[in-house]
């Protein structure tokens, strides 16, 4: 675990133990504040310690400054060791329930004298719960159940499985009669990688009153070959639970509600706070059924009036993460009623270069190719003939094609004398082809050291190189910052592969030093890969923000080893979305001209690429 989540763990986890011991509101949210911002952090905490820059996060005062020395010095927080001394372990291991919040927890605590796991189990079988207000036999058997299932689940689902699933009952619930629209929201559509449940809202049709889930909504949902439980079923809302373990909520709202209540069951809860005290300070009120002034409702049923009605401009999901969007989305509402052509607005200082007002995030239509993708002659399952086809039937213009270098040997990885024959073979197929342009390239190993797997006068021969780091993936901070800055200086290579080599909720991957990676990357114009796998994400979103601000070009690939892997483009894309990328900050979002004046500049040993 790197030093950053483990200290955002232990600023959650007193976070808890205040609100348990029911100390000041302010206080605890100031705590969870700074564990955020730890975890949205893309530089080594001990860098940013050792420079004397910790007062420089957003969030982090002086008394939270001296709490991280403290922790980096000692390997622990005294003030919140105090805190765990008065709160029984047990206790805070409940919170682990799904629906035993804080709140609940202390009543357990308090009020029935529950300070651990198995004594709740035992309460709850025995049925001596009693007396304390809101624990009525259906909260008692919904805990029972969420404790059940606890003990055999993953807290978190990929997109993978929970993208393809949201889309496919968003389908199948369009159609019914009665329903205007449906979508998902909640972190799937903020486009997290991983996410802890599934909302699926749906629009009841106008003057079809009430807005209650029918009988026909009910069953397309309740016999679902994926529902393995129905958890709850009431007028507006189902909640079920997948054979994955996955929750998720159905809920149905006045059309003229719409736009409300998905900008609500969006989030993030940090996002909506902001926004709300936004129509506050305007003398209006937000919740999810709509915006009002003075209890008349003026805005509701389309998300992005709402933004407009409180003088921002529209946010796209994958940002609202209070990040600094809200001052992004200010800024540019007043440069387009201004008229300006640029914003340069001084609260934007983290961005570091103006930015123009029509600007709008990258979506998978500004994809022009795919620049990273294997065939049989490594580890992929497809022919450079079928590949080729399954790109041009996806309409690109251009591909690459790379497989494995020689120290792969565990994925067929191509000797020199066999890399020179596939290239010629790429070469030779491409021919065939007038529209859409294929290149011969190779995903080059990074070894422990930095060098690469070819010397340099083989990868001249070569079209495109995406260097990757596949082994070695547990060297510390220095060691593969080090590692990732040579090969990133190195002309020849244009773009790092996944340059973590992380595996969400499988691999922890290297854990380097970003902000060192990335200003070797300004210096050198490498560009850096979001691989969309559902697995990898590779660049995370926080290290390829960092990479956009500085004017690194990102390229979305998909890593391929298959025709079907193409359509997980989405999930990268998602990611640059939350990272602000625009179309321009997006390799494979330019023509290829522009492409091949880029490469030609990074290999002639121009500094001046940009």
């Not at 159905?250 to 996002?271: C, D, M, N």
């Not at 070695?472 to 990732?484: F, G, K, M, N, Y």
Request: with cysteine.
């Amino acid at each position: 675990m790197s030093r950053n989540t483990d200290l955002a763990g232990q600023f959650n986890r007193a976070a808890d133990l205040m609100a348990l011991l029911d100390e000041n509101q302010f206080r605890v949210l100031a705590t969870r504040k700074v564990a955020r911002a730890l975890e949205d952090l893309a530089e080594p905490i001990e860098t940013l310690a050792d420079e004397r820059r910790l007062d420089a996060i957003p969030g982090i005062g002086k008394s939270s400054a001296e709490k991280i020395a403290e922790y980096l010095r000692t390997g622990h927080i005294s003030e919140f060791e105090s805190l765990a001394a008065q709160v029984p372990p047990g206790v805070l291991e409940m919170l682990n329930i799904s629906t035993v919040g804080v709140k609940t927890a202390y009543l357990l605590w308090k009020e029935v004298g529950i300070t651990d796991i198995p004594s709740l189990r035992k309460a709850l079988d025995a049925g001596t719960i009693t007396g304390i207000k809101g624990f009525g036999e259906k909260k008692q058997a919904n805990i029972k159940q969420n404790l059940a299932f606890m003990e055999t689940a993953n807290a978190r689902i990929g997109l993978g499985y929970a993208y393809p699933l949201a889309c496919e009952f968003v389908n199948l619930l369009r159609p019914i009669q009665g329903i205007a629209k449906v979508a998902h929201c909640g972190s799937l559509r903020r486009g997290k990688e991983t996410v802890g449940d599934l909302d699926i809202l749906l629009a009841a049709q106008p003057n079809s009153a009430p807005a209650t889930i029918s009988p026909t909504i009910a069953a397309t949902v309740n016999t679902h070959p994926e529902t393995a439980e129905v958890l709850a079923a009431g007028e507006t809302k189902i909640t079920l639970r997948t054979r994955l373990g996955l929750q998720v909520d159905f809920r149905i709202v006045p059309l003229e509600s719409w736009g409300a209540a998905l900008q609500y069951f969006t989030g993030s809860k940090e996002h909506n706070v902001r926004v709300r005290q936004r129509a506050v300070e305007r003398g209006m009120k937000l919740n999810e059924w709509g915006l009002f002034r003075e209890e008349q409702h003026i805005a509701g049923a389309d998300e992005s009036d709402i933004y407009h009605r409180l003088e921002l401009s529209y946010i796209c999901p994958e940002m609202r993460e209070d990040r600094g969007e809200i001052e992004l989305a200010d800024a540019m509402f007043r440069a387009t009623a201004g008229g300006r052509p640029e914003l340069d607005d001084p609260r934007l200082a983290f961005i570091g270069h103006p930015i123009p007002h029509h600007w709008t995030a990258v979506e998978v239509s500004d994809i022009r190719g795919d620049m990273h993708m294997h065939t049989t002659a490594s580890d992929g399952h497809e022919s450079i003939a079928a590949m080729i086809a399954a790109a041009r039937h996806r309409g690109y213009q251009y591909i690459a094609i790379t497989d494995h270098s020689k120290s792969q040997v565990q994925a067929n990885g191509l000797s020199v004398d066999r890399l020179m024959a596939h290239a010629k073979a790429i070469r030779a197929a491409a021919r065939s082809f007038s529209d859409i342009v294929v290149l011969a390239g190779s995903e080059v190993d990074i070894l422990a050291d930095g060098s690469l797997d070819y010397p340099d006068e083989v990868l001249r021969e070569l079209d495109w190189v995406v260097a990757s780091p596949h082994s070695a993936l547990t060297q510390d901070v220095d060691a593969a910052s080090a590692r990732l800055v040579r090969a990133v200086s190195n002309p020849l290579v244009d773009v790092i592969g996944h340059p973590t080599g992380r595996l969400i909720a499988g691999r922890r991957g290297l854990e380097p030093d970003m902000q060192r990676v990335v200003m070797a990357a300004v210096r050198s114009g490498c560009a850096l890969e979001i691989n969309s796998h559902d697995m990898r994400l590779d660049l995370r979103d926080i290290h390829a923000r960092l990479a956009v601000e500085a004017g690194v070009p990102i390229c979305i690939d998909t890593d391929a080893h298959q025709i079907t892997d193409f359509d997980k483009l989405q999930f990268g894309v998602m990611t640059a979305r939350r990272a602000w990328a625009r179309p321009e900050n997006v390799l494979n979002s330019w023509p290829l001209d522009k492409i091949w004046a880029w490469q030609k500049k990074r290999r002639s040993g121009d500094a001046d690429w940009q």
